[in-house]
T-cell receptor, first 114, second 116 residues
Framework: AQSVAQPEDQVNVAEGNPLTVKCTYS??????LFWYVQYPNRGLQFLLK??????LVKGSYGFEAEFNKSQTSFHLKKPSALVSDSALYFC????????????FGAGTRLFVKA | GAGVSQSPSNKVTEKGKDVELRCDPI?????LYWYRQRLGQGLEFLIY????????KSGLPSDRFSAERTGESVSTLTIQRTQQEDSAVYLC??????????????FGPGTRLTVL
């Protein structure tokens, strides 16, 4: 069965510092991996995805994520956090060899302090 | 339209009533998903449509929940005999199949359902 774990309910970081939001997954086949962000009073927005190819994926707003097959991880990173990055971040996985269901993690709330 | 739209934005109903939620996907998007997001929780997959067929209904929580889609257009999620535990935000997303945007889901603003 597919599953996604976001081990941190909340991440606090100072503006200008690097940030990492963690995600690990479990699928039986090859994964499609995604990060989405939910800003207050706004809908979910796509940030980036890994389908195949380079393990380091670059996305919107300066975010990037690294696919690590051996550790089954897909951590979201940004070199320098902004206050405006404060939001709820969701990691998601789909097993592209076994159906269409996309499983979302429980979400990690990121607080960036000025 | 430019994005995914959902209606109504808010729905308050009494326990035992039926409700119908509507989703208008991005034009040309073959794939359509419904999710449920309870307060403070992540997204719970409900159903996936490819065109007007639903090859994955595995997330529908009970037979009170059903969904249909007309062609590659509007979808409706119906909840019969609503219960208080059905209170949540119901999100719809659409995506294209094939090309660089494949599997990228574009979400609507959601319908907030409150069952009294």
């Amino acid at each position: 069965a597919q599953s996604v774990a976001q081990p941190e309910d909340q991440v606090n970081v100072a503006e200008g510092n690097p940030l990492t939001v963690k995600c690990t997954y479990s699928v039986s086949g090859n994964p499609y991996l995604f990060w989405y962000v939910q800003y207050p009073n706004r809908g979910l927005q796509f940030l980036l995805k890994y389908i195949t190819g380079d393990n380091l994926v670059k996305g919107s707003y300066g975010f990037e994520a690294e696919f690590n097959k051996s550790q089954t991880s897909f951590h979201l990173k940004k070199p320098s956090a902004l206050v405006s990055d404060s939001a709820l971040y969701f990691c998601a996985v789909r097993d592209h060899t076994g159906g269409f269901k996309t499983i979302f993690g429980a979400g990690t709330r990121l607080f960036v302090k000025a | 339209g430019a994005g995914v739209s959902q209606s109504p934005s808010n729905k308050v109903t009494e326990k035992g009533k039926d409700v119908e939620l509507r989703c208008d996907p991005i034009s040309g998007h073959t794939a359509l998903y419904w999710y449920r997001q309870r307060l403070g929780q992540g997204l719970e997959f409900l159903i996936y449509f490819q065109g007007n067929s639903a090859p994955d209904k595995s997330g529908l929580p009970s037979d009170r929940f059903s969904a249909e889609r007309t062609g590659e257009s509007v979808s409706t999620l119906t909840i019969q005999r609503t219960q208080q535990e059905d209170s949540a935000v119901y999100l719809c997303a659409s995506s294209s199949i094939g090309g660089p945007s494949t599997d990228t889901q574009y979400f609507g603003p959601g319908t907030r359902l409150t069952v009294l």
